[in-house]
Every structure is written in C-alpha cells, then in structure tokens.
C-alpha cells in the first residue's frame, strides 16, 4: 500500500512538474513574442521620431525661407515708396517750372517722359 501512495504521489509530482515546464515554456515563448513586438514598436518609434524631425527640419527651412520673403518684400516695397517719392518730386518740379523753361522736345521723348510713374 505504501508503495501505491508513493506511485502515486510520484506519478502526481511527475505530472505538477510536466504542468509548470509546459507553463514556463508558454511564458518563456509569450516573453519571446513580447520582446520580439517591443523590438518593433521600437524601431518604428525611431523611424517616427526620425521623420518627425526631418519635418520639423523642413518646417524651419520654410520659415526662414517665409521672413526671408518677407524681408525681400519689405526691401522692394521700400525701394517702390523712394522711387515714388522721387517721381513725384521730378513731376512737381517740371509741373512748377515756368512755360519758358519750355521748348521744343522730341514726340518720342515727351511721349516717355509723360508715361513716368
């Protein structure tokens, strides 16, 4: 008798000891799998940040490329305003000028000169 319950209490550890190396091969082979997915979350996460920054890189670029047009405006729409300012001089000062001062001018020049600005 003492023999059976000692079978059997083999037979019993036998089968608690094929449970958890069964178990801890689902756990080692889960841990695989999870290493193997947090691996990859991974890499795309450095692919992302990568092309994020490279946008973020292009967003600059485009900023600076945006005030550098803007300053270029800024320039031409303050070279356009001292044109003007001269033109209007000149053509208040050859409105002003007394008829004597006037003679005979070429058409093509008259003509020029009228279309100023």
Request: no cysteine; aromatic share 6%; proline share 3%.
């Amino acid at each position: 008798m003492l023999q059976r319950v000692i079978a059997i209490l083999f037979v019993a550890a036998a089968i608690g000891f094929a449970w958890k190396a069964w178990q801890a091969r689902d756990l080692a082979n889960e841990l695989a799998l999870e290493r193997s997915a947090l691996s990859q979350m991974t890499d795309q996460r450095d692919e992302w940040l990568r092309e994020a920054t490279e946008v973020a890189d292009q967003l600059d670029e485009a900023e600076q490329r945006y005030r550098d047009a803007e300053a270029a405006i800024q320039a031409l729409q303050e070279e356009l305003a001292e044109q003007a300012e001269d033109y209007d001089a000149l053509r208040q000062r050859i409105q002003r000028s007394p008829a004597s001062d006037d003679g005979d001018v070429a058409p093509v020049l008259r003509d020029t000169l009228e279309r100023l600005p």
